[in-house]
């Protein structure tokens, strides 16, 4: 036989030509095909937690676990404890019956809100979820794995990303140099906000939290707005879209909604992907103003899932991991390196009976860069936004703005902090004029005064004008 004709299969070159290409074929379908699927199966279900044997997977990946007769329910690791897997649940699971076959996700990042059953030799790595990011999401509502709630057709994102990122290097971060205009003359002029910074909005039901959040998102000069919706009611949902934060901005915003009645997996992961989408947009170096409402609900998910697993609880009901969940979220937001944009955020923070020592509004208080806090005696009062200047602080304001401006907010603060302490006295006719010239002051300035920390929800007011109506007020800022 001649070699030089026969080609690399020593066979003539018609007969290795489809050697060659039997073995192509055999390639591609080897390929193609899944030697064995490994799974496991369901053992135990008891109250949000379910129990699989079979499985060996790192803590936050994904399954689905499927039986026949029903849609496959997909669920999470959240712990283990020897050959047992913890699972909680993302979706329902009504019907599941022991023995239920509960198979891992591997990435798909053609389709990224769901995966397909894994290969066995996947690295671990490969089965953390990732949901989709990119431009394709401004101006649509989302769930809080990805899907589209809005009725208008597939998510076109630019690409997937893990929903758990890196923290980045506090060294390398941006110091905040550069004041935010929200568009709400009350902070941009007393409670001045960087960019990048996180502030927490403290309150109590029905005061107003939502319609200052929908102003903040309207008038920002951000160049996106991300809204998390997190264990609100579902009610809450269409009305923020719809009438609080408007057309004009839902068209630069995306909105993440996981309702009280989502299961507690999906009120975090809809927090996480919520502060996901504002990483990606910063780090093209955009400016973002992240609204999340709200924190509380988040710590409320993550203590029913801790509690489920059997963590002990620790201050009042809430176990340990809850506290230490809180600053992994809100360390995501800030500013970038200098390449890349800022996140500045605002965590709605629920105080349960208007109670500030509440556990949760404690532990926020300590994470944020500063706080507003509303008042439930000045919305009964109608006095809108309800903020209560005396007891706010922006812990970055001194480093931003300048200094007599900085004074001038001071004087406004002394002024109506001196009125409202001696506001019985007044009211009663006890005081006497001229007792105290300060307070004389300010009882001439206080309509002034209350004119301008009110302020209509369709009424924008921008920096500029902010600080001159400041101004007016105060026209020495020293």
């Known amino acids: 036989m001649n070699n030089s004709a026969s080609g690399t299969t020593g066979l003539p070159t018609s007969e290795g030509v489809l050697l060659e290409r039997y073995l192509n074929d055999c390639t591609t379908h080897l390929q193609a095909i899944h030697p064995f699927e490994v799974h496991g199966r369901l053992t135990r279900v008891a109250g949000l937690v379910m129990e699989a044997v079979g499985l060996k997977l790192p803590v936050g990946s994904t399954c689905t676990i499927n039986q026949e007769g029903m849609n496959p329910a997909e669920a999470e690791v959240v712990g283990f404890h020897g050959d047992r897997l913890f699972l909680m649940p993302a979706s329902e699971i009504y019907g599941l019956t022991p023995g239920a076959i509960v198979v891992p996700h591997e990435v798909n990042h053609a389709c990224p809100q769901y995966g397909r059953p894994s290969h066995p030799w996947r690295r671990a790595e490969d089965r953390t979820k990732h949901l989709p990011v990119g431009t ?28 758990q990122s890196r923290p980045i290097n506090p060294i390398e971060r941006e110091p905040i140099r550069t004041p935010l205009d929200v568009g709400v003359r009350a902070i941009n002029a007393l409670l001045t906000v960087g960019r990048g910074q996180r502030m927490g909005l403290f309150a109590g039901s029905g005061i107003g939290k939502s319609v200052l959040l929908g102003m903040m998102a309207r008038y920002t000069t951000a160049d996106v707005t991300v809204v998390g919706l997190i264990g609100e009611r579902g009610r809450e949902v269409k009305e923020f879209i719809e009438q609080i934060l408007g057309p004009e901005g839902l068209a630069r915003s995306v909105v993440i909604a996981a309702p009280a009645d989502t299961p507690p997996l999906m009120r975090m ?128 304001m001194h480093n ?44 001439a300035q206080y309509p002034q005064l209350e004119t301008f920390l009110q302020q209509d929800m369709n009424q924008a007011a921008d920096m500029n004008s902010s600080l001159a109506h400041l101004q007016q007020l105060f026209p020495a800022g020293r």
């Open 269 to 396: 992961q809809g927090a996480s992907y919520a502060t996901l989408i504002a990483e990606h947009f910063r780090n093209q170096g955009k400016n973002v103003l992240l609204i999340m409402d709200s924190l509380t609900r988040y710590a409320m998910a993550q203590r029913e899932i801790a509690l489920a697993i059997g963590e002990p609880p620790a201050t009042k009901g809430y176990p340990p991991s809850v506290f230490a969940k809180l600053p992994q979220l809100v360390e995501r937001a800030g500013n970038g390196s200098s390449a890349q944009g800022s996140i500045t955020a605002f965590y709605t923070v629920l105080t349960e009976g208007d109670d500030q020592q509440d556990p949760i509004a404690d532990a926020a208080r300590a994470i944020l860069d500063g706080h507003i806090v509303l008042s439930r005696a000045l919305g009964e009062a109608g006095h809108y936004p309800a903020i209560d200047i005396e007891a706010s602080i922006s812990r970055a």
């Open 400 to 443: 931003i703005v300048p200094e007599d401006q900085f004074h001038r907010a001071k004087q406004l603060k002394a002024a109506f902090s001196r009125y409202q302490r001696n506001r019985d006295l007044i009211s009663v006719g006890a005081y006497v004029p001229g007792s105290d010239p300060l307070l004389d002051r300010a009882i």
């Open 136 to 163: 394709g999401l401004l101006g649509r509502v989302v769930d809080g794995a990805g899907r589209p709630l809005d009725r208008l057709g597939p998510i076109r994102a630019d690409r997937s990303a893990p929903l």
